[in-house]
């Protein structure tokens, strides 16, 4: 059995290298090829995971912990209190239009029920926070003034998207449709542990063991664990757990060196929770899949950016600052996957949703990595209609951006790294 696992997992991993050989020579990104992998070696073709779905699960399980843990880690507070307000207000209300408008669009249009219709437009309203921040890397826009404001949306919904796993995992347990006392007793010895651990035992133990980056990577990785056990042993869920642990963490000193030591192995374990998604999307009636997906993904390709375009004009942006954002918004987000994971879960919806919503982010992110590639050309394509309306009246002036001369010691091995434009 363990021979037959073995080679299986070979297999699982060599068919994803073999697309994702194809979708780095179309210059995508890699999490359209752990998708597609997945949808390969799944019921519709090899059905390379037959019989072991419980591991599989359990595999994917492991990614989804160590992302939430890292979105913790990295929601960066203090750089919202940097930006103002106008990411909050952008946030709420582009998250409150693009709820509305894709509800009544899969209420209506797609016929997918009251409870179908709010978890996909709930999981269709964020955007993609690791492929925006590889894309704006790679154009190198990140403190660009549209590329900062992009960053405090993204970090404002990853807080409405704890929100919602928060409320989703107060319900999360299928014994029950309200806590008991006994989960109320729970939840507070676990937030109680939690915190007490936070303020007196963490900062001390880290500053003990920190010196060892062996140490350093066990232990934390241990502590993200134990809280998320504690959550599904309080009656609250595993991904909520994820997040405080990370959220517990972010404070800390040594935040950067846990980002670093851990990114490695939740990359591995996100992987294998991609290839799962694409594995569990049911294409037995694609026609009925298919024209939902392609629908879903015409929305939020057209009438998403154009939500995102007047808000940010409304809020005083340029046309280019606007657009820019609107055109950076598009890739639908891997939370999406968790909201929808987490509902079916709870017995909240059955999955077509989730066959969807994979057709539709596999689309949109191949369709978003040209558009905000081709970001420039398609202002200047529409600089004549804007012009129908006059000058632009609201001016924003870019930072300069700061640079330092540099001596490297050492051109082998690190140094060339070091000095590449």
Excluded at 52 to 80: H, P, R
Excluded at 182 to 203: C, E, R, T
Excluded at 253 to 268: G, M, N, T, V, W
Aim: with cysteine; glycine share 6%; hydrophobic share 55%.
């Amino acid at each position: 059995m363990e021979t037959n696992l073995f080679i299986q997992i070979t297999a699982l991993l060599a068919v994803t290298v073999s697309v994702a050989f194809v979708i780095r020579f179309l210059k995508q990104p890699l999490l359209v090829s752990y998708m597609l992998a997945g949808v390969i070696c799944g019921p519709l073709f090899f059905n390379l995971l037959n019989g072991k779905s419980n591991l599989y699960e359990a595999f994917s399980n492991f990614g989804v912990v160590l992302l939430l843990f890292i979105v913790g880690l990295e929601l960066n507070f203090s750089y919202l209190k940097k930006i103002g307000k106008t990411s909050l207000i952008v946030g709420l209300i582009q998250f409150i239009l693009n709820f509305s408008t894709i509800f009544l669009v899969s209420f209506y249009y797609l016929h997918l029920g009251s409870m179908g219709s709010i978890f996909l437009a709930l999981a269709s309203c964020f955007s993609s926070t690791i492929v925006i921040l590889k894309l704006l890397n790679d154009k190198r826009e990140e403190e660009s003034v549209y590329g900062r404001y992009t960053i405090g949306l993204m970090l404002i919904q990853d807080v409405i998207s704890i929100v919602i796993l928060f409320c989703l995992s107060l319900f999360y347990s299928s014994e029950a449709s309200s806590l008991g006392y006994d989960s109320i007793i729970k939840i507070l010895v676990v937030a109680a542990l939690v915190f007490l651990s936070y303020k007196f035992v963490l900062p001390r133990v880290l500053d003990r063991i920190a010196s060892s980056g062996e140490f350093l990577f066990i232990l934390t990785v241990t502590w993200c664990f134990v809280v998320a056990s504690l959550m599904v042993w309080s009656g609250l869920s595993m991904e909520l757990g994820a997040i405080i642990a990370g959220l517990s963490l972010g404070t800390s000193k040594y935040q950067p060196e846990i980002i670093s030591r851990i990114k490695p192995l939740r990359d591995f374990f996100i992987v294998i929770f991609f290839i799962i998604l694409g594995s569990m999307a049911d294409f037995s009636n694609v026609q009925s899949v298919l024209i939902p997906a392609i629908i879903l993904s015409l929305f939020v390709i057209v009438l998403k950016p154009i939500i995102l375009y007047v808000v940010f004009r409304a809020m005083k942006f340029t046309r280019r600052n606007s657009l820019f954002p609107a055109l950076t918004s598009v890739p639908l987000s891997e939370f999406g996957f968790i909201i929808l994971l987490a509902a079916i879960k709870s017995g909240y919806i059955t999955g077509s949703e989730l066959s969807i919503f994979t057709i539709a982010t596999i689309l949109t992110i191949f369709i978003s990595s040209y558009l905000i590639g081709s970001s420039d050309k398609i202002y200047n394509c529409l600089l004549p209609i804007f012009r129908l309306f006059g000058r632009d009246k609201y001016i924003q002036r870019e930072e300069p951006k700061e640079s330092y001369e540099a001596i490297v010691f050492g051109y082998h091995r690190t140094g060339w790294k070091l000095v590449m434009p």
